[in-house]
């Protein structure tokens, strides 16, 4: 692929991702000529479909358009289809519809391009329908080249709205240049209102300690003093106890002394 081709096929999938919201890997329909068209050519489908839209991609066809390859009798076709994804169309196999019909059906819904489809086919009449669906990639063979149709008509405009509504967005409204403002007119989502943070605490190493008053230092020392007081007591009891109990033995020896004496002399004085 010539590089100012993928450079194109670049900007326009681009456009269908941002506008439509295509997502990688693609949703490829491929219909049963294309398929046709690739083994006779001896194209490889998968390949080219990455290499043209330059990511990955997801092939897949129909249970009608697999029909009409059956009643080809197209071996080497047939083995190229069943390596893609079945999509069911909701068609019965016994009745198929045809292949244009059976695509448009699961394309087009609404006209609009809900299940976002790249179509690769050959059928002309079934491309210059689709073109009229905004947001419808077309990929068709051209002399054993794989080709992408540039932007139709139909997805054009709706791109350029998109971008325009971007520009303009909410300067028409009511509510434009009100801060806050609960709704929006055209998404109708509401914004996300933001949590007010509570006061902050200080930093704990730059408070200062509270100062303790002046009663309850005298109650503590207080405290401290009955309990020094007690123990200092306790202390003293058992030293009384052992002072009172010398004075008596040195009492009752004192008495016994001098009563002896007394009664010694007073006899002696009498034998006299």
């Known amino acids: 692929m010539r590089q100012k081709r993928a450079k194109q096929y670049r900007k326009q999938m681009l456009v269908y991702q941002h506008t439509f919201k295509f997502r990688e890997p693609y949703q490829v329909i491929v219909d049963d000529e294309l398929v046709m068209g690739c083994s006779k050519a001896s194209f490889d489908v998968a390949k080219g479909l990455t290499r043209t839209l330059q990511a990955e991609v997801k092939p897949m066809i129909t249970q009608c358009c697999i029909q009409k ?5 197209d071996q080497h076709a047939i083995d190229i289809a069943k390596t893609f994804e079945r999509r069911r169309c909701n068609h019965p196999p016994k009745d198929p519809v045809p292949p244009h019909e059976c695509i448009k059906s699961i394309v ?3 006209n609009e391009n809900k299940h976002r489809y790249v179509v690769a086919t050959d059928n002309e009449r079934l491309r210059y329908s689709l073109r009229k669906i905004p947001g419808v990639p077309l990929i068709y063979m051209n002399r054993s080249v794989m080709v992408m149709e540039p932007l139709s008509k139909a997805s054009a405009l709706v791109s350029t709205s998109k971008e325009k509504n971007k520009l303009t967005h909410g300067l028409n409204s ?3 240049g009100v801060a806050n403002a609960e709704q929006d007119d055209e998404t109708g989502e509401t914004e996300t209102k933001k949590k007010r943070k509570g006061p902050k605490q200080p930093n704990p190493l730059s408070i200062k300690k509270k100062k303790v008053k ?3 230092n005298e109650q503590q020392q207080t405290t401290e003093k009955t309990k020094k007081r007690r123990k ?3 202390k003293k009891r058992e030293a009384g106890q052992d002072e ?4 008596g033995d040195g009492d009752g020896d004192g008495e016994g002394e001098g009563d002896g004496e007394g ?3 007073s006899q002696g004085e009498s034998q006299d």
């Open 263 to 265: 009664k010694g002399e």
């Open 232 to 234: 200092r007591s306790h």
């Open 108 to 110: 087009n819904i609404n």
């Open 214 to 216: 002046s009663g309850e």
């Open 174 to 176: 009511v509510k434009s």
């Open 244 to 247: 009172g109990e010398g004075k």
């Open 69 to 73: 390859l059956y009643e080809s009798r």
